[in-house]
């Protein structure tokens, strides 16, 4: 297993092609945006580390017998499933942000069901590639980006039917000893946080979009894979030099636009080509490992709730009734949301592969859950936390010789509390609820892993209303 140090120097290595603010970044390991999100990565290998977290954060490889990082590992029980919940809680608390890794375990979970299911249909050989590309994964401790959501251009047509076809990401021509593959995977990530990029369709195709069935896995800096770094609310404040403005002193997510500008794949390295109809199994069973993962804003809500508790007590407000009751309906909320993942790792069950399986229908309420719950834990937060979050004055003016003095007498709490914790409290909160925090708790809480929309689907696909109306005839006697 690599150490958080090993995987910082291992990611400098890489060669990527990215682009931030309209300019090519060579040395990214430099970048004050960018090296938060990698902090955040590595905290992922340091915890590995700790005695305290190994039990939650390795496991042993079903095909080594090796000891791995979790991220890496294949579930091969109902407590595996439960682990991979409390990791993701511990790891949102431990950054207060998206870690980025949990991806990368889905996809290859989700890989290592579909890829055994398309050969048993149709004698392929993908299962076996598929396991060859794992254990390299496993055995060096990487970092694996999972890319699902393509551009999709207009919505109500299929992706054989796009005026431009690559809006899609697709084969656009056949080697011998590979294919060529363009488009564009928005919404990525961590993806220069990720020594492999691993591609899957969007969504169910049908024979006309075959073109479009491919998953594969190439290695992050392959060439022709384009990175155009997205920028968040308030992301600048990092590259102002100090770090109270930015809330989060140490760690941050991150989304990039990654283009795929003619990449060449080698056939050992593909996991589904043309197989259309497998293409919307691989998307759901993707979709129901990430929904189960979102637990990690369980993690990110402790923060906030801790956040929120703390400015309460230094602003003297903390024994008031209300924002007592106010902090318990946040904690009521933030465990419901802990509650559903772990339940549907619970209710899991092992596939023909071997793979354990969450239960879908949990795991698109967890989800559900999520696109509602961290919003109103945010608005209670703010409530508590009042106006001054966002018209206090900044780093620079607080540690100004001329108006540093006012700053400190005016934003002055309970007394014996230190000015600059109350300003740094305020700014943690103002980073998870409005700021670059706020796209990990927030907007990811919404459309990461897909829209709310997406998961009443699977629930009304899932669910038994005809259970649920036999039960409703029985109590009132109607016998047909
Ligand atoms: Fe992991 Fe959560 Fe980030 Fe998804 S949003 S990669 S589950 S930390
Ligand atoms: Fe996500």
């Known amino acids: ?15 990527f092609e990215i682009y931030l603010f309209g ?16 902090n955040c990565v590595a905290s992922t290998y340091e915890l590995a580390e700790k ?3 190994e039990a939650l954060l390795t496991a042993t490889s079903h095909l080594s017998g090796k000891k791995i990082n979790r991220f890496c590992h294949i579930h091969q029980s109902i407590d595996d499933l439960v682990k991979k919940s409390k990791m993701e809680r511990v ?9 980025q890794r949990c991806v990368g375990m889905d996809s290859l979970n989700a890989l290592s069901m579909v890829t055994y299911d398309i050969d048993q249909k149709y004698g392929t050989e993908y299962n076996k590639r598929f396991l060859k590309f794992l254990r ?6 990487l970092v694996c980006d999972g890319a699902m959501t393509d551009a999709k251009a207009d919505r109500s047509l299929r992706p054989s039917e796009q005026a431009d076809p690559d809006q899609y990401l697709h084969v656009v ?3 011998p000893d590979g294919i060529i593959a363009r488009g564009a995977k928005l919404h990525q990530t961590g993806a220069v946080n990720s020594h492999e990029i691993i591609v899957m369709p969007t969504r169910t195709m049908r024979e006309d979009d075959k073109d479009y069935a491919i998953s594969f896995a190439v290695p992050s800096d392959t060439k022709g894979i384009i990175y155009i770094y997205g920028r968040q609310s308030s992301d600048t404040r990092k590259a102002e030099g100090g770090d109270i403005d930015t809330g989060n002193i140490m760690y941050g997510g991150q989304e990039c636009m990654v283009v795929f500008e003619d990449v060449f794949v080698p056939w050992d390295r593909i996991f589904m080509y043309k197989e259309w109809d497998f293409a919307g199994d691989l998307v759901e069973k993707f979709a129901s490992y990430h929904r189960q993962s979102y637990a990690c804003k369980a993690g990110i809500g402790d923060a906030l709730i801790g956040a929120t508790q703390l400015i309460a007590e230094y602003q003297g407000t903390a024994a008031a009734s209300h924002i007592k009751d106010r902090i318990l309906e ?3 909320l933030n465990e419901t949301i802990h509650c559903c993942s772990l339940a549907c790792a619970h209710e899991g069950h092992k596939e023909p592969s071997g793979t354990y399986y969450v239960n879908p229908l949990w795991a698109n309420v967890t989800k ?27 780093e620079r003016d607080f540690k100004d010789p001329n108006i540093g003095k006012y700053v400190s007498k005016y934003l002055k709490g309970v007394e014996g509390v230190p000015i600059e914790n109350r300003v740094r409290i305020l700014r943690l909160i103002e980073n998870i609820t409005l700021g670059m925090g706020a796209v990990c708790y927030l907007t990811e809480s919404m459309h990461g892993a897909g829209s709310p929309q997406a998961q009443k689907i699977m629930i009304g696909r899932t669910s038994n209303i005809d259970r649920m109306k036999d039960a409703a005839k029985r109590l009132c006697g109607i016998k047909a």
């Open 91 to 99: 790891l949102g608390a431990y950054t207060g942000s998206c870690f």
């Open 368 to 394: 559900l859950h999520v696109t509602r719950h961290p919003y109103e834990i945010a608005r209670l937060a703010q409530e508590i936390a009042g106006g001054i979050m966002v018209t206090m004055p900044s």
């Open 23 to 38: 300019e090519r970044i060579r040395e990214h390991w430099e970048n004050p945006i960018i090296k938060p999100t990698r």
């Open 136 to 141: 390299y994964v496993q055995d060096e401790d």
């Open 51 to 53: 005695p305290e977290y």
């Open 173 to 175: 021509e056949e080697k």
């Open 330 to 332: 946040m904690i009521h």
């Open 1 to 15: 297993m690599k150490t958080a140090k090993e995987y910082l120097d291992s990611i400098k290595e890489m060669n």
